[in-house]
């Protein structure tokens, strides 16, 4: 019999996040649910075991498990890391769909970061930097779900705390994501793996959050529109992904790629290619999600 593997889901209360974390279960897999309520967290856990009950997969309670993480906060991180190694002995995979889109602003936490830089960049990086050493005893793969839009990193404002604009400063951080998928692919090649995952434009229709994640003003009006006439339901995207995730191949042979729902791109993606950039952006993140001396 093959091997049950644990797979970790940042971002499981979101759309991707929970489809995934659903198609991963329907296959077997035991999933971890990362989220920053935990209420929230039980409830999408619940939902996975009811589903699972009705399309006849055992399943004990325990292989749907949560985890609080807070990944704006570094101490959380590092918390929530800490106790997902004494928590899970393997660690195959780490699905890293986490996204914070916030209007307005720059909104500075009290760390002095920007939130939406510290969500979708450094609290993933300082995560998965914490389990590598575990996920290498396991031949494991992070999927990191990306967005490929156009930005370019500015290296004197990367948190974009001078010149803000949400959208921008959303589309820099989503940037940073590839950046950091291609350096780790190069840095920890032949130890573990890293791949990116473009899902397209999938949206949960029923979420009754949604309205509080639109952006505001034209782009508003863009995802209005689109989420009319081009967006599809997350499952499309969770389905590949969780094939991805747990697909029989060495994973070595899918290290550095980039996928596009079920289908490897044959294009090379400029952010994760960028050898300068993702050293420089590993480096800086590096220092950034040090702990302050106290
Ligand atoms: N949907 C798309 O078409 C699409 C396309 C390309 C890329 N992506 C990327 O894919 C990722 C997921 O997208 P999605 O559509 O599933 O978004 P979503 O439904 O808005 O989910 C975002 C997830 O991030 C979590 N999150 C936000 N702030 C957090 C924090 N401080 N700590 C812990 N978790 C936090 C949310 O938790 P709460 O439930 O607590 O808010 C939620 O689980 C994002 O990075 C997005 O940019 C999405």
């Not at 797979?7 to 996040?17: D, P, Q, R, V, W």
């Not at 780790?184 to 029923?206: C, E, N």
Request: aromatic share 6%; hydrophobic share 45%; charged share 30%.
């Amino acid at each position: 019999m093959t091997k049950r593997q644990t797979i970790l889901t940042a971002g499981a209360t979101g759309s991707i996040g929970h489809a995934a974390a659903l198609a991963l279960a329907k296959r077997g897999a035991r999933v971890v649910l990362l989220g920053r309520r935990a209420e929230k967290l039980r409830s999408r856990a619940d939902s996975i075991r009811e589903v699972l009950t009705d399309v006849g997969v055992e399943h004990e309670v325990a292989d749907i498990a949560t985890l609080v993480i807070d990944f704006s906060d570094m101490d959380s991180v590092r918390a929530a890391a800490e106790e997902a190694l004494h928590r899970f002995p393997a660690v195959d995979g780490l699905v890293l769909s986490v996204g914070a889109l916030i209007q307005g602003g720059p909104t500075v936490l009290p760390s002095g970061h920007e939130v939406m830089f510290a969500t979708n960049v450094m609290g993933p990086f300082l995560f998965t930097n914490r389990l590598l050493e575990r996920m290498q005893q396991s031949d494991g793969l992070v999927l990191h779900v990306i967005a490929r839009f156009p930005e370019t990193l500015d290296w004197d404002d990367l948190e974009s705390l001078e010149h803000h604009r949400s959208m921008d400063a959303f589309n820099r951080t989503k940037v940073c994501n590839r950046v950091i998928a291609g350096e780790l692919a190069r840095r920890y090649a032949g130890r573990i793996s890293s791949v990116a995952f473009d899902p397209t434009f999938v949206l949960d229709k029923s979420d009754p959050e949604l309205k509080d994640r639109w952006p505001s003003g034209f782009a508003g009006l863009v995802w209005r529109l689109m989420a009319i006439f081009r967006a599809k339901r997350p499952e499309i995207a969770g389905e590949p992904l969780a094939e991805l995730m747990l697909s029989p191949r060495d994973r070595g042979s899918v290290n550095g790629a980039l996928f596009v729902l079920d289908k490897r791109s044959d294009e090379r993606d400029e952010a994760m290619d960028d050898e300068a950039e993702g050293a420089r952006l590993w480096d800086r993140l590096e220092l950034l999600t040090e702990p302050s001396p106290s």
